[in-house]
């Protein structure tokens, strides 16, 4: 009786283990991001429109998108992304790195620029469009466009609206395929570029 009360105690010190191991710590990803500012910003914020903002962004989505390019494209179908610049960058990073990272990000505010919206965006992203098979964003992104970091759905608003349209272009096209039982791929694949244009219009502004 003895023996199995060890065993649970140091299975649940194990599992304790586990979980914190699994932790980012915010400062010790401030000290890291600094080779990031130059493209998402110092506080995540990025300034430039074809990189995306950080600042907000759910902290495991961070750690696996970093995972996935440094995964690369590979056989036998495993998940990766590709990006020279990224994938260059993940590399020289182990698991805490990018729990780290994710976890500083995940932290700073997000600031939004603002600008013209889209009333067809905004129905779309509400609504979907049924006739076409088109699943409204609302359902993974949440209405204030915060997505659900543990179920692995990115937050969306204000992110720079470049980006948001060559990421739903590269889902259309197959070359990102990333997405959770390819989800955004089906999805994306049933949108027009006029669609892509009014959803990334009004994501971009979602406060």
């Known amino acids: 009786m003895k023996r ?7 299975l ?21 991001s600094a080779m990031c500012g130059a493209c998402h910003g110092v506080d995540g914020n990025s300034l430039v429109p074809m ?5 907000g962004q759910g902290s495991s989505y961070i750690a696996k998108q970093l995972a996935n390019f440094k995964t690369g494209l590979t056989s036998g179908g495993k998940e990766g992304r590709v990006n020279a610049i990224m994938g260059g960058m993940a590399m020289a990073l182990n698991e805490q790195d990018m729990l780290d990272l994710g976890a500083y990000y995940s932290a700073q505010p997000a600031k939004y620029a603002g600008g013209e919206t889209s009333a067809v965006g905004k129905k779309l992203y509400f609504g979907g469009d049924v006739e076409r098979g088109i699943t409204a964003c609302i359902a993974c992104h949440g209405a204030d466009g915060k997505g659900m970091s543990q ?13 948001l ?4 272009e590269s889902f259309r096209s197959g070359a990102r395929y990333n997405d959770k ?7 994306a694949m049933k949108l027009e570029d006029d ?3 009014a959803l990334v219009k009004y994501m971009a502004t979602i406060k």
């Open 51 to 55: 990189y995306p903002s950080l600042a």
């Open 165 to 168: 349209t060559a990421q739903l």
């Open 12 to 32: 649940g010190t194990s599992a304790l283990n586990i979980s914190h191991a699994a932790q980012g710590n915010v400062d010790a990803g401030k000290t890291k």
């Open 4 to 10: 199995i009360l060890l065993s649970l105690v140091l």
């Open 151 to 163: 179920a692995g759905f990115p937050a969306l608003a204000g992110q720079n609206a470049m980006y």
């Open 181 to 187: 039982n390819s989800m955004m791929r089906n999805i």
């Open 195 to 197: 669609d892509i244009a």
